[in-house]
């Protein structure tokens, strides 16, 4: 049995990824024993999602990061999407090296993910080109979560957004509100659907039934995150029922660069 400790940075009143993430790496242990995953979270102060909150709580990942080094994780996740993206295009980049900073400080050689860089990551290994997205996020935050994305090198050709800003209410959206929300978007040039931009937005059990329904990959922020975290740690991304990109099909490679910009075989 090979055990795979896995540190998350978590912002303080998220509910989800410690949820939705351990999920898909539980079904994955039962379709392919061998592998056993092990989760170590360390939380950063956020209520609101809003800009000042978000910018503090972006201060306190060095913090956060020094206490899971001590526990010595062999990869790290920072899992707030929007609190990255909320910063500028590219952003995710200069996270994911303040973070391998602090470890390294600490004698910990942990490789780093964030979901912001992991959702374009998954993005280009389904070599979507024009996408839709879904958020319970403020307008505002949308348009810069989409503006992040386009900057990227994707289309966003349509946004919904739930405008919730209390996280914790977030987390407390029924998954099957995404079976309907989705119908309002227009996919007819689509060929990505990100059906949560958000690791606090639950949407695991919509996924796949969504998927089957539009005909077209779909994925979430979590789902993008658990492609990333398994591509570190070297074991093949795969998860059962959790849509196209953890399906086994896709792959990524490093090229070298890190921050998310691997090649896609």
């Given at each position: 049995m090979n055990d795979h400790h896995i540190g998350m940075i978590v912002p303080s009143s998220n509910l989800t990824m410690e949820t939705e993430l351990p999920r898909m790496l539980r079904a994955r242990e039962e379709a392919e024993p061998g592998d056993r995953f092990v989760f170590h979270s360390a939380?950063?102060?956020m209520r609101h999602?809003?800009?000042?909150?978000?910018?503090a709580m972006n201060a306190q990942a060095g913090r956060a990061a020094a206490e899971l080094a001590d526990a010595r994780?062999?990869?790290?996740?920072?899992?707030?999407?929007?609190?990255i993206m909320a910063q500028g295009p590219g952003y995710?980049?200069?996270?994911?090296?303040?973070?391998?900073?602090?470890l390294r400080e600490e004698g910990c050689a942990s490789p780093v993910v964030s979901s912001a860089g992991a959702l374009l990551s998954g993005l280009e290994a389904l070599k979507a080109r024009k996408v839709a997205i879904i958020t319970p996020y403020l307008k505002p935050l949308t348009k810069a979560v989409a503006d992040y994305i386009e900057d990227a090198g994707f289309e966003v050709a349509d946004a919904i957004s739930l405008e919730v800003p209390d996280n914790l209410a977030v987390a407390r959206l029924d998954p099957a509100g995404l079976r309907e929300h989705h119908r309002k978007l227009n996919l007819s040039d689509v060929d990505v659907l990100v059906l949560s931009?958000?690791?606090?937005?639950?949407?695991?059990?919509?996924?796949q039934p969504v998927e089957d329904e539009v005909g077209i990959p779909v994925l979430s922020a979590a789902t993008a995150t658990t492609f990333r975290i398994l591509s570190e740690l070297g074991v093949e991304p795969t998860?059962?029922?959790?849509?196209?990109?953890?399906s086994g099909a896709k792959a990524l490679t490093k090229t070298g660069g890190g921050h998310g910009r691997e090649s896609v075989v």
């Open positions: 939380r950063a102060r999602v809003e800009p000042e909150q978000l910018r994780p062999d990869v790290v996740a920072t899992a707030c999407l929007v609190a995710h980049c200069t996270a994911e090296d303040d973070i391998t900073r602090v931009a958000c690791v606090q937005m639950p949407s695991l059990s919509a996924i998860v059962p029922g959790a849509g196209s990109l953890l």
